[in-house]
């Protein structure tokens, strides 16, 4: 047992509170906009010049001049704001977005993050995710514990190319929430039916109590 | 005096030559001078400095001028969705120069306010860092980027007046402002042009001291990912 997508983006959903303008990058992190708490207000900011991403348009409505950073169309709210790359890039250096919510490929136990780039693999660039979490006040990944292969993506030190150095707070995963601490990993949360010797036997990156 | 062209082609005249560096507004295919990119293919220029978020799509886009081989270099952040392009630049025929997405567009702001280089957060401890002046300000470190001074820029809006203020239309406006700001001469294709007064002085998005030439032309606006949810 351990927590599928829905759950670990409802996990994601927690860290949210009321008030907030928040990025959310492509994938599971996505998914986390489904879980805002009912009464709640969380802004989403897309990358590419929006604050207040509304759902996807109904059949027939799509509109070319109104998409996400994933190229999707999208719909606009009330309180929506439209504004330029640089303008979007400057609220997110500037520190105005409270947090973003990421996935990874690689995060270190002092917070490193890789989620760009493979070498000798097809690169296709970082986008707008080294902004991000070099500029956000908190940065929360999101991901499975291990890849495909089996093998453990929380580490000591990250094989692959960084999109930032020290920048993740927290770590989310199928088998729990790990915070980024002095000296390593604190294990916050274990997830559904999953123990503690488990998430300590799938993490390579040292946990401290 | 007049900004505006008949076409595209008349308001690239005397503007192209091989080897330019050219900032290009849009991001995916929200937004982009499509009219203004289809001129340059005809006008057969090569090698080419594209700067721009993204490369295009296979055949829309920059996507039409690297098929025709027209660019030698891409600066971008993001280049996905384009099988030509991964070809050549695997086979080492394209260059291309990875930017973080914000430090792209604030090279580019950068240049059009006269702004030679700016400290960056962005890329610290990264491969985007190396070779490049660190500084720190109180206690954290930051990196030295440069402006992006372009030969000519093209960009797409929704309005123009005939003094070439222009307007955006959501999230179409996104690169098209910085990139518009950084060129030398910056050439402007808009959905349509209206007479001067007839816009709102307080919602001009990018003032048309910006922009010194002007075409109105009918768009494809083709969406790269259609995404719909059902009516309940």
Redesign the interface.
């Known amino acids: 047992m351990a927590w599928d997508r829905n759950q670990m983006a409802a996990r994601a959903a927690k860290e949210l509170k009321d008030g907030m303008y928040v990025n959310l990058g492509i994938g599971i992190p996505t998914l986390v906009s489904n879980y805002i708490p009912e009464g709640m207000t969380v802004t989403l900011q897309s990358e590419n010049g929006m604050l207040g991403m509304g759902p996807f348009p109904y059949e027939g409505e799509e509109d070319a001049d109104l998409i996400n950073a994933g190229k999707q169309t999208i719909t606009e709210l009330p309180h929506s704001a439209y504004f330029d790359s640089a303008t979007s890039f400057a609220m997110i250096r500037g520190g105005k977005i409270a947090m973003a919510i990421l996935g990874a490929m690689e995060v270190s136990e002092t917070g490193d993050l890789a989620n760009w780039m493979i070498p000798g693999k097809l690169v296709k660039g970082m986008g707008g995710a080294m902004d991000l979490v070099a500029g956000v006040g908190r940065v929360i990944v999101v991901m499975d514990h291990a890849n495909k292969h089996g093998e453990s993506k929380v580490l000591p030190e990250c094989t692959l190319p960084l999109t930032g150095k020290g920048v993740v707070d927290l770590i989310i995963s199928n088998l729990g929430v790990l915070e980024v601490v002095e000296g390593g990993l604190k294990i916050i949360e274990l997830a559904d039916g999953v123990s503690e010797e488990e998430l300590r036997a799938a993490t390579l990156a040292k946990i401290v109590n | 005096m007049n900004k505006i062209y008949p076409n595209a082609a008349a308001a690239l005249d005397g503007l192209l030559s091989d080897g330019l560096l050219i900032a290009a507004g849009g991001?995916?295919?929200?937004?982009i001078p499509e009219l203004l990119l289809a001129a340059i293919r005809e006008s057969g220029v090569k090698d080419l400095t594209f700067a721009s978020?993204n490369a295009g799509v296979d055949d829309f886009g920059i996507g039409i001028l690297l098929q025709t081989k027209q660019v030698k270099k891409m600066i971008?952040?993001?280049?996905?969705?384009n099988a030509e392009f991964?070809r050549q630049y695997?086979s080492g025929e394209l260059e291309i120069e990875?930017n973080?997405?914000?430090?792209?567009?604030?090279r580019?702001?950068a240049a059009g306010a006269g702004i030679p280089g700016f400290y960056?957060?962005?890329?610290?401890?990264?491969?985007?860092a190396d070779g490049k002046e660190h500084k720190d300000f109180n206690g954290q470190t930051y990196i030295l980027e440069t402006g992006i001074f372009a030969d000519v820029s093209i960009i797409k809006a929704?309005k123009a007046d005939t003094t070439g203020n222009l307007i955006?239309?959501?999230?179409?406006?996104?690169?098209?402002?910085?990139a518009g700001m950084c060129g030398r001469v910056c050439v402007a294709e808009v959905e349509e042009i209206v007479p001067a007064g007839s816009l709102d002085p307080d919602h001009i998005?990018l003032p048309g001291i910006y922009v010194h030439r002007l075409i109105q032309g009918d768009h494809e606006?083709?969406?790269?990912?259609?995404?719909?949810?059902?009516?309940a």
């Open positions: 991001f995916g295919l929200c937004g978020n971008s952040s993001y280049v996905g969705e991964m695997l990875f973080p997405q914000g430090t792209l567009a604030e580019m702001r960056t957060k962005t890329g610290v401890g990264t491969v985007i929704w955006f239309r959501k999230t179409a406006r996104n690169f098209n402002v910085p998005h606006k083709r969406i790269e990912q259609r995404t719909t949810r059902k009516k």
